[in-house]
Structure formats: C-alpha cells, structure tokens
C-alpha cells in the first residue's frame, strides 16, 4: 500500500499570513494514463470532509484562490495564502494513483494564533 | 444539489452486524462508483469500499475484506454497507461518498461497537 506522510502534524497561523502542508507517498503517484491522482481535503471542526484540489492542483468549484496545490512525483504542497478564521480545520491528503487501497496522510491541524 | 444522506449507525456488541444505508439524490446514481469511508473518533480518515457504478466491481480494505459487503440499488439511489463481525476498532463515523475521488460527502453515521 502507498504510504502518505503530511507534515507538520499541527501548524498555527496568524490571520492573514500563510501556511503550507506537505504531503509525501512512499511511491511516485504518476498513473500510467500521465495524471497524478493526488487530492486534498479540508474538514471543519463538527463537519464531514469537503475537497478542496484534485490532480494535485485543480481547484473545485466554490473553493477560494487562497487554495493551491503543487507538487509532482511524490511531494506535493497545499499553499493556503492570507489565512482567515474559517480555514481551521483539518486537511488531509490522498492519493487514488494506485488502489486498492485509497490512502489518506494522517491530517494536518490547522489553528489560528 | 447532490445530497447523500446517510443511516443505520447505532450501538451494536463485538460480534455484532449492521447495515448502513445512504440515499442519494441530486445526481444520476447509477453513473458514478460509490465509496465508504470511516473515521475514528478523533482520527483520520480511511476508505473502506467502493463498487463500481454497475455493482460488477467491489473492492475492500484488507482489515474489513470477508466481514463487510457493500452493495448498490441503482433502482433506489441507494448504497449499502453490510457489516458483520463487527469488532471495537470498526468503531467510527461512516461516510457515504460520491465517486473515488471524494467530491461529495453524506453527514456521516455513527457505529460503535462495544460491550
């Protein structure tokens, strides 16, 4: 099974400032068809999750420009630009290159200072 | 507006079985893999099962495969989770999940297992 790794674990912010997740899999998540299925998910505090990027950097629709995501291979980043308060969450990465099994990083708390 | 409502959650002892059911509505069902996923309380996330939008694929987690049968009625939008064997550690919030790629969630139902 592919192994995904976030980092940090917990991360506090200033409002307005930036934040930055990495996520690393134990194996490249380039498929065979050339897309790399990486996907990134946002859970509020008492919500079910809610994705916010998938292909590592494509938006969904309703999700704010402050959301990015970057990376190939087996690193990749999701860029959270000028924080604000509703951001505090939980995100999680996952990959859906090579499955089964789907494979989730462990989360990554999001509080603001 | 897609919506997957999900139901079936209780308390149930180790050893127990349960059945989850979600509805969906607000898409063509029969047009998409469904998925579960769990969560722990107070943990991260896991996928469980998915099956594919005819019900003519099925695949599982290793830790649930032999217990747990998901199933689909396309007739009735509506996606299925047998659990059976159930042990302490399948307590969590099960999710309802539209596709494999995560793009619509249900709310959630609870399972607890225990004595």
């Known amino acids: 099974d592919v192994v995904m790794t976030q980092s940090p674990l917990s991360l506090s912010v200033t409002l307005g400032q930036s934040a930055s997740i990495s996520c690393r899999s134990s194996q490249s998540l380039v498929h065979r068809d050339g897309n790399t299925y990486l996907i990134w998910f946002q859970q509020r505090p008492g919500q079910s999750p809610r994705r916010l990027i998938y292909k590592v950097s494509d938006r969904d629709s309703g999700v704010p420009d402050r959301f990015s995501g970057s990376g190939s291979g087996t690193d990749f980043t999701l860029k959270i630009s000028r924080v604000e308060a509703e951001d505090v969450g939980v995100y999680y990465c996952?990959?859906?290159?090579?499955?089964?099994?789907?494979?989730f990083g462990q989360g990554t708390k999001l509080e603001i200072k | 507006e897609v919506q997957l409502v999900e139901s079936g959650g209780g308390l149930v002892p180790p050893g127990g079985s349960l059945r989850l059911s979600c509805v969906a509505s607000?898409?063509?069902?029969?047009?998409?893999?469904m998925t579960w996923v769990r969560q722990a309380p107070g943990k991260g996330l896991e996928w469980v099962a998915n099956i594919k939008e005819d019900g003519s694929e099925k695949y599982y987690v290793d830790s649930v495969k032999g217990r747990f049968t998901i199933s689909r009625d396309n007739a009735q939008n509506s996606l299925y989770l047998q659990m059976n064997s159930l042990r302490v550690e399948d307590t969590s919030v099960y999710y309802c999940?539209?596709?494999?790629?995560?793009?619509?969630w249900g709310q959630g139902t609870l399972v607890t297992v225990s004595s």
């Open positions: 999940v539209r596709g494999n790629s995560g793009s619509y």
């Open positions: 607000g898409f063509t069902f029969s047009s998409y893999w």
């Open positions: 996952m990959q859906k290159t090579h499955w089964p099994p789907y494979t």
